[in-house]
């Protein structure tokens, strides 16, 4: 078995250095866009903070103000993210579809605009840029999966370690969701793409787990990964876009809690202290109540993150115990 694991491997050398070839360009890619994006993003908290204090002072409310900047920050920087994918198309003329850079540059985007919003709330106004660039440089690149610690095998052999990745590196699943789209598109015999009529396959992998690992990428969807496609491969989205929410939740709770006092509201310790007295009276305790509801919005969308993180295709299960 180990001489045929070796052999295979030389056999299919150049559609894994092909494939390789994009993971980088991907991750070359994805980090320039995602720094550039996430800086773009912090503006309208930075430029704002004055104007946003006032508004607070006035009554406005927090938690509206950020939803609209997140809506409005996410598209804007989104139609961003569809230009650039538009270019990287044109420039790259791949074999897949255009829909999947279209989509794999949006949902990246979306992930860089909820740290780059998280981060510009809680750090110092002057050290803004700087923490930024350097969370999406820094952890983009240690867990999108090409290098270690975050390398693919890694992550999807340890869970604690996939999650993390899912949720610190904004182009872990963009590289990835590039790289099996583009390797979809390889023909059969090509070390990666297997034919439907394979029936042999299940043997091939029972004989040689070791390939399981070989191909490194789309390990919980593997069974749809591997089929010929030029389509493109999207079991990644929904995990994405819940990452995405569950920041922007922490950064909701972040900004109602950044200088309280110069939104002349009072300090979380005299709201809580008001709520009990409330209670006492038989009132409402509406700071209790709304905290209590966005603690289980936000250990609800973690939990699914975490879940779609880890999710494996049924399909796929079935197949590779049969």
Known sequence: KEDASEMLLLVFLYALQGISTIVVYA??????????????????????????FREAQSGVSVTAYFIAASITTSFEQGFTAIAGSVLAYLVLKPPTSFLVYLW??????????????????V???????????????????LFCGKVAPGLYNALYDNPALAVFSGFVSPIRFFVEGIAVSEAKCLPIQSGYTVDTIAFNYPDFEEKYPYWHHALFMAHTDLDAAIVPSCNGWFWWVPAAFAVGITI???????????????????????????????????????????????????????????????????????????
């Open 27 to 52: 991750m070359m890619v994805g980090l320039i866009v995602s720094v550039l994006i996430g800086l773009n993003a912090t503006k309208i908290i930075t430029e704002k903070k004055l104007q946003f």
């Open 104 to 121: 794999n540059f949006f949902i990246m985007s979306w992930l860089s605009v909820s740290w780059a919003l998280l981060l510009s709330i």
């Open 123 to 141: 750090v110092p106004l002057e050290s803004v840029a700087m923490v930024v660039g350097f969370w999406n440089a820094f952890f983009g690149l």
């Open 248 to 322: 922007h939740i922490v950064g909701g709770v972040a900004i109602n809690f950044s200088g309280r006092s110069k939104q002349g509201k009072k300090s979380f310790r005299d709201e809580v202290i008001g709520d009990f007295h409330k209670c006492r009276a038989g009132m409402k305790p509406v700071f209790i109540l709304n905290g209590i509801l966005v603690f289980i919005a936000f250990a609800g969308f973690l939990a699914l993150s975490c879940w779609l993180i880890l999710r494996t295709n049924p399909g796929q299960r079935d197949y590779l115990e049969n």
